[in-house]
């Protein structure tokens, strides 16, 4: 019989138990290369995630080989075959939360399912992501500032003084008055 999750928005997606689901039926699974091997009635125990709704019409199968072909992360996909298993998602700490999350997506797994112990290194790593965007972005607005010919920044003006003597009235009033200052040294 298929288990129930401590979470409770997800229990409503737990199948009935299914009485004409062989326990014993083996799926094999080839990801990026590696091989696992679960049963069919644990990978029914989430049955909205991809790996859930697995079917020999699906484009993965490979009926030459008996098995499901994904070109994706093996180290998530462990994570993703345990949570069938056993109800918990737990990540790997040496994935990154972007890696992650692009699995989840693809697996139809919800972040939700995520275990508590990993749900705050993951939620800081997305949280640091956000920030470090904005920052780019800001930046990325300064920097278009600095270069816009129209209203150069104080940097550049204070450059263009010092280098162009000829470039400004002020340019020209600092290199006469720098002159002076050198020639009464």
């Given at each position: 019989m298929p288990f129930l999750t401590s979470r409770d928005q997800h229990s409503s997606e737990l199948p009935?138990?299914?009485?004409?689901?062989?326990?014993?039926?083996?799926?094999?699974?080839?990801?990026?290369?590696?091989?696992?091997?679960?049963?069919?009635?644990?990978?029914?125990?989430?049955?909205?995630?991809?790996l859930g709704k697995l079917s020999k019409s699906d484009p993965s199968y490979d009926p030459k080989n008996d098995e499901y072909f994904?070109?994706?992360?093996?180290?998530?996909?462990?994570?993703?075959?345990?949570?069938?298993?056993?109800g918990d998602l737990h990540l790997p700490g040496n994935v990154c939360s972007t890696g992650v999350k692009a699995e989840l997506e693809f697996w139809n797994v919800p972040e939700d399912y995520i275990a508590e112990c990993c749900w705050k290194?993951?939620?800081?790593?997305?949280?640091?992501?956000?920030?470090?965007?904005?920052?780019?972005?800001?930046?990325?607005?300064?920097?278009?500032q600095e270069t816009n010919p129209s209203k150069p920044s104080i940097r550049e003006k204070l450059w263009l003084t010092m280098e162009q003597p000829s470039h400004s009235f002020n340019a020209k009033v600092g290199t006469v008055i720098s002159l002076e200052y050198f020639v009464r040294a």
């Open positions: 009935v138990t299914d009485l004409t689901v062989d326990t014993t039926e083996r799926v094999t699974l080839n990801i990026g290369g590696k091989r696992f091997v679960t049963s069919k009635f644990s990978l029914l125990n989430i049955p909205t995630t991809k994904f070109d994706r992360n093996p180290k998530i996909v462990q994570c993703i075959l345990d949570l069938h298993r056993t290194t993951y939620s800081l790593q997305n949280q640091d992501l956000k920030i470090a965007a904005i920052i780019d972005q800001q930046m990325g607005q300064n920097e278009s």
